[in-house]
């Protein structure tokens, strides 16, 4: 490596530092984190109201950040984009400090379109915000669980009368959302091993190096390949017996398949809420307009973020 080469590595270092310790401490991480542990090759972040919370695989990081141990890099990111802000909940816009949330490095685009950024009144932004908050008794259909961290949440929330049902493709994932699951206790949720598609059979996995899955092609820069079980939601619903009142979709590119496969069943919900991103696209473009286009059809009210984060909702009588 060459002196600018080297110069230029240290800056990009110094950048990562400054940006990862401001977003840690805007949204006061440290100050919910007892301890860190392992467990295997799984990360065990415990929290000052006495939750273990695993976080997925150690992470090879070298870079100090507000110290953090060697190796919890990653599962502190995942804390807090997983646990203090779940995909399913697009409440609560998560901090960036002084730099604009829309351009901020390492937050998905789930925390880049929450319902603040929706374009209307603060009334109306907070009648959707009501109508989209998980009760006790709701059903859940979580699509890409990843490691289990929303889940809890998700069981905890509908409480004994309701029901969650996660499905997660990576292997590694599954394993870990089985431990945050069996250590909290909660006999609510369950998991499908598999990806929700719109077909029953066996499908590629494509792996990134970050963990992104998909079963699209060119939606991620893959790393490795498996071939796993898919399900399409009626299959899922019937194996479950799940009748969801929110289904959330973490799926990277099979959206809209998904939902197009499903027309018949989704008309069939009397009340169904649907979170599910749009800023994908595939030959014919970006799949949020059809999406939206999709679910107006049958039925579901629609609002979405400028960078495409859709929220549906559809009333459809008594249960």
Request: proline fraction near 5%; charged fraction near 20%; aromatic fraction near 6%.
């Amino acid at each position: 490596m060459n002196r600018g080469d080297s110069v230029l590595k240290n800056v990009k270092a110094a950048a990562k530092k400054a940006l990862l310790t401001q977003l840690f401490d805007v949204n006061h991480v440290g100050a919910l984190i007892r301890s860190f542990d392992s467990q295997g090759p799984d990360s065990v972040i415990e929290l000052n109201d006495g939750q273990r919370l695993f976080c997925g695989p150690m992470d090879d990081a070298i870079l100090s950040v507000r110290g953090i141990p060697d190796g919890f890099l990653r599962p502190t990111l995942n804390l807090l984009m997983r646990h203090m802000y779940p995909h399913y909940d697009p409440s609560r816009p998560i901090r960036t400090g002084l730099v604009p949330r829309r351009i901020y490095p390492f937050l998905h685009p789930q925390h880049k379109n929450t319902f603040g950024d929706l374009k209307m009144s603060k009334h109306s932004r907070a009648e959707i915000m009501e109508e989209f908050k998980v009760r006790a008794g709701d059903q859940v259909l979580e699509a890409g669980a990843y490691l289990g961290l929303g889940t809890r949440k998700i069981a905890r929330k509908v409480g004994s009368r309701g029901k969650v049902v996660s499905v997660e493709a990576h292997h590694d994932a599954q394993r870990v959302w089985k431990l945050n699951l069996d250590n909290e206790g909660l006999g609510n949720a369950s998991l499908i091993e598999g990806a929700l598609s719109d077909k029953d059979g066996m499908a590629t996995l494509e792996v990134s190096s970050n963990q992104s899955t998909t079963l699209i092609s060119g939606i991620i820069d893959p790393e490795r390949f498996f071939h796993v079980p898919e399900f399409s939601l009626a299959s899922v619903l019937a194996t479950t017996g799940l009748k969801p009142d929110l289904i959330v979709l973490t799926i990277n590119g099979a959206e809209l398949s998904v939902l197009e496969a499903s027309r018949e069943l989704l008309v069939s919900l009397p009340r169904c809420r649907v979170i599910t991103p749009g800023w994908y696209s595939d030959q014919d473009g970006l799949l949020g307009p059809r999406i939206v286009s999709l679910l107006q059809h049958l039925g579901f009210k629609v609002h979405v973020t400028p960078g495409w984060h859709v929220f549906a909702s559809a009333h459809r009588g008594d249960v």
